[in-house]
């Protein structure tokens, strides 16, 4: 087979990108001018709107081709829902989740054959648990999976949680292409990195820890400024916001999530972190990338941080000093070095403003770690 080409990075999230960045950053970087072959990338319609992200990438020279991938939520196919019934019958389960298998590789066919991943010598897919992981078992084509978000299995690792019952016979069915299960248990998954061994509850012989705090490190001041400049649109703009107004300010930022689903409980969540967590402090709120909550008009005091980017390029930004940050899950704060003190309040918060059993997926499923 003639693999012409050299990496490609499909992405579902702002957070992968930023990873894949990384990843070709550190190639580029050991690897001789001679011997470099820039990668592409391809960005997933699924789950994100990446805005003007593709344009700025490719201002940035940092990847060859910037593609869009039309992948297609399995709803999308309305001839799927009879296969995904629970008829409270093991064996017509399994033969439900076979036939499902193929056939939504084979309905998302057409949306990802726009991108010949045959062509390439590495394939690299975060959350492969999405239609494209189907897709490439189904098609033969090797590839590596990364997680999801930094240190994501710790809270859950939806490939043990979501086939806790008969575990391993689905993963046996799994490991021969007969179903797929994602996170390194697919036939064609080469191997599945993750960010840090020790925090996992669960096991599989395919991980690889790829720690990425040293990849962070390694950075030149030449990459960090082109960093900022993918995810960034007005980086003088967002400097301004995080100027302290006189000597001696301080800041306490809050991290949210796209959860709980409920807005209005979202909403609760931001203010009683902000009473418990930022009394006297000048707030930040820094919404995720997929929480479109307007937090500027619930909370008009507070210096919104317009854009949607990756918390973890604000490292790069000299100077930035926050007092105090606070998430709930985001495991991204761990990775902020220009905070003082960090307060992961665990997904127990949210039992006050949900049913514990939609946020405590791994404690639900046996695992533990899940809520430390």
């Avoid at 593709?54 to 297609?72: A, C, M, N, Q, Y």
């Avoid at 033969?140 to 999801?148: F, G, L, M, N, S």
Wanted: aromatic letters at 12%; glycine letters at 4%; charged letters at 30%.
């Amino acid at each position: 087979m003639n693999r012409t080409k050299s990496r490609i990075y499909v992405c579902h999230t702002f957070y992968h990108v930023y990873v894949a960045i990384l990843k070709e950053m550190k190639v580029k970087r050991e690897e001789s001018p001679q011997e470099y072959q820039r990668a592409d990338i391809a960005l997933s319609s699924l789950s994100t709107d990446f805005e003007g992200l593709g344009g700025r990438l490719l201002r940035t020279g940092i990847f060859g081709e910037v593609f869009s991938l039309d992948e297609k939520r399995e709803e999308f196919f309305p001839e799927l829902a009879k296969y995904r019934k629970n008829y409270g019958n093991l064996l017509r389960h399994m033969l439900n989740r076979i036939i499902f298998t193929k056939k939504l590789a084979k309905c998302e066919a057409p949306y990802l054959e726009t991108i010949d991943f045959k062509a390439y010598r590495d394939i690299y897919v975060f959350c492969d648990s999405d239609p494209v992981g189907y897709y490439l078992n189904y098609r033969h084509i090797y590839y590596h999976a990364v997680e999801d978000g930094l240190d994501c299995l710790k809270n859950l690792d939806d490939a043990y949680v979501a086939n806790s019952s008969h575990f391993k016979l689905k993963a046996w069915l799994s490991r021969r292409n007969v179903i797929f299960i994602m996170n390194g248990w697919g036939k064609y998954c080469i191997d599945m990195e993750i960010n840090d061994r020790s925090v996992v509850p669960t096991d599989c012989p395919r991980f690889v820890e790829e720690p990425r705090k040293p990849l962070e490190r390694a950075l030149t001041a030449q990459q960090k400024k082109l960093m900022i400049q993918a995810f960034i649109e007005d980086a003088d703009a967002l400097t301004r916001q995080l100027t302290p107004k006189y000597e001696g300010e301080e800041f306490a930022c809050f991290l949210t999530e796209p959860h709980p689903a409920d807005e209005e409980a979202r909403k609760r969540v931001c203010l009683d972190v902000l009473e418990r967590y930022c009394k006297g402090y000048r707030v930040l709120i820094k919404p995720h990338p997929r929480d479109m909550t307007d937090y500027g008009a619930l909370c008009p005091d507070a210096v919104v941080l317009r854009g949607r980017f990756p918390v973890e390029v604000l490292n790069f930004f000299d100077g930035l000093k926050i007092r105090r940050a606070v998430s709930i899950l985001t495991t991204a704060m761990n990775s902020m070095d220009f905070v003082e003190e960090k307060i992961n309040l665990g997904a127990s918060f949210w039992d006050a403003y949900e049913e514990p059993e939609k946020h405590a997926f791994n404690k639900k499923a046996g695992l533990t770690l899940a809520d430390n």
